[in-house]
């Protein structure tokens, strides 16, 4: 019979790195923007702008002018009554991310014999998995009525397919800005992004994030002199590399996909959360009474991507990089 391990192996300790080495989790842009911005701390992230609940998420809209004419001594003032509000009303979404220990975990991970701390490790690794998924999510349309909206649901241009409840055929205001022209990224092509998501001359009325692919912001830089490669100084301290577009950065995303660029309005479009649900704190509860040492722990959250104003975003497909 041939031993597994020799003597040498079975007398000498492994050297062994205590600290986990992250390589499935993957950095999210966006959803760091859409949660205040505020830095992961101890992998959690913050939960953008609570509210109490209710059974949808409202989000009013001036959508139309009242009564205007010119004016002068036998001119009668339009007395007509003319809407003005409307809402959006966007569903609520949920995610849940757990793990499980067991009694071996219990018996053999502790004390000096226990190198990493198994079971703290799989409680930040829930809090990871909800967060990675999250990321994914944000920027497809929803697979279930229980998905996040994401910003393929925000962008889809069939008219007559409704979001927030209101279709683009019922107001045209809530149009999708969707770009399909197959060019090359260059300057000129930002600007038209820019002034496609623009519904005003002030700053906070044009996109204050692009968000792209690796390929296309590296192509980006190459066309720009060195002297105006600069970066947006929070996103480059949170880790993010940045290039600046009319003061505002471009950054890559690796959920992003391969050949978009997304021109957002942070204005616009943020994150509700529900205080109840605001990524709740995993803990080791008993699974069961019949298994005392089988523990669980979970995470859930419960909210929304929503936007106040659907024109004030611009999607770009089928860019490439200049030559």
Not at 128 to 144: H, I, P
Not at 221 to 228: D, F, G, K, P, S
Not at 304 to 312: D, E, F, G, I
Request: with cysteine; charged share 25%.
């Amino acid at each position: 019979m041939a031993f597994s391990e020799t003597e040498l192996q079975i007398a000498t300790d492994d050297y062994t790195e205590k600290t986990p080495v992250d390589v499935f989790f993957q950095d999210n842009v966006l959803l760091y923007m859409l949660l205040n911005g505020m830095k992961f701390q101890d992998s959690l992230v913050t939960a953008g702008e609570l509210v109490d609940g209710g059974k949808r998420i409202k989000v009013f809209l001036e959508y139309a002018g009242a009564n205007v004419s010119a004016y002068g001594p036998n001119v009668k003032v339009p007395v007509q009554k003319k809407k003005i509000m409307q809402a959006a009303r966007f569903r609520w979404s949920g995610y849940v991310a757990s793990n499980l220990i067991d009694l071996d975990d219990k018996v053999q991970n502790t004390g000096t014999e226990a190198i990493i701390n198994l079971a703290q490790a799989k409680l930040i690794n829930i809090q990871k998995t909800l967060r990675d998924q999250m990321g994914t999510d944000v920027y497809v349309a929803a697979a279930s009525g229980i998905d996040i909206l994401g910003l393929g649901d925000l962008f889809n241009t069939d008219t007559s397919v409704s979001y927030g409840g209101i279709a683009e055929d019922d107001m045209a205001n809530w149009k999708a800005n969707v770009i399909t022209t197959a060019e090359a990224i260059s300057y000129k092509v930002m600007q038209n992004i820019r002034r496609t998501a623009a519904v005003g001359q002030a700053k906070d009325c044009k996109p204050d994030l692009y968000i792209t692919t690796d390929t296309l912001k590296d192509g980006f830089e190459r066309t720009l002199q060195a002297q105006v490669r600069y970066e947006d100084k929070d996103l480059a301290n949170a880790g993010f590399d940045t290039i600046l577009f009319g003061r505002v950065p471009i950054v890559a995303d690796d959920k992003q996909s391969a050949g978009v660029c997304d021109g957002l309005n942070l204005n616009h479009l943020n994150m509700k959360t529900h205080k109840d649900y605001a990524f709740t704190k995993p803990v080791w509860n008993k699974l069961s009474t019949d298994k005392p040492d089988s523990l669980l722990a979970d995470q859930r959250y419960i909210g929304q991507l929503v936007t106040n104003h659907r024109k004030s975003h611009c999607h770009h497909t089928n860019l490439t990089e200049p030559v």
